[in-house]
T-cell receptor
């Protein structure tokens, strides 16, 4: 278990440029989540993949944002035409879908987070 | 819409003190609750996960409790140490096919030597 890996750790770019972040989840995890965290706030959900399928997108994810998870392995998050308000920490998390056993619905397995990519827009 | 509240935003205690961090949520239809620790500039480390059918979970000096009916959870830290200084966040999941987390803003804990 090498943990969730995110690259780059820091990205500084000028307003209007495009940026792409990468997330490598824990190898056997089929679920992958992207969150955004601004200073003094908790992370906010952006989008979620089960294997290669993107199953939900938050209203926070404007049309300038796109995420992919080809082949159900690593994921990329791209922001086009960056704006000042995009400055934040972008966090990726992964988990196993399913149950820990017994009855119930949904996943009770914890989400494991990477160290994030900090984006600064000049 | 689920809202998660953590008060106070910051807490400072002397080393060795036992302390309780509070978390409240508005929608009791949760499937699980997770407590995380976040060090400055870092990602989140999962501390404890409590399923909605459980009342508490323990790991070492940490004990988390859950009262769904009142929409509250507490994280108890015994014999605090300077190394416990960090931001502690709670998050709830509604479960189902997604299980996305809704977070509070966190409590920044400082343990003074």
């Amino acid at each position: 278990d090498t943990g969730v890996s995110q690259n780059p750790r820091h990205k500084i770019t000028k307003r209007g440029q495009n940026v792409t972040f990468r997330c490598d989840p824990i190898s056997e995890h089929n679920r992958l989540y992207w969150y955004r965290q601004t200073l003094g706030q908790g992370p906010e959900f952006l989008t979620y993949f089960q294997n290669e399928a993107q199953l939900e997108k938050s209203r926070l994810l404007s049309d300038r944002f796109s995420a992919e998870r080809p082949k159900g392995s690593f994921s990329t998050l791209e922001i086009q035409r960056t704006e000042q308000g995009d400055s934040a920490m972008y966090l990726c998390a992964s988990s196993l879908g399913g149950y820990t056993g017994g009855k119930g619905i949904g996943s009770v397995r914890p989400q494991h987070f990477g160290d994030g990519t900090r984006l600064s827009i000049l | 819409k689920q809202e998660v509240t953590q008060i106070p935003a910051a807490l400072s205690v002397p080393e060795g003190e036992n302390l309780v961090l509070n978390c409240s949520f508005t929608d009791s239809a949760i499937y699980n609750l997770q407590w995380f620790r976040q060090d400055p500039g870092k990602g989140l480390t999962s501390l404890l996960l409590i399923q909605s059918s459980q009342r508490e979970q323990t790991s070492g000096r940490l004990n988390a409790s859950l009262d769904k009916s009142s929409g509250r959870s507490t994280l108890y830290i015994a014999a605090s140490q300077p190394g416990d200084s960090a931001t502690y966040l709670c998050a709830v999941s509604r479960g189902g096919a997604n299980s996305k987390l809704t977070f509070g803003k966190g409590i920044t804990l400082s343990v003074r030597p």
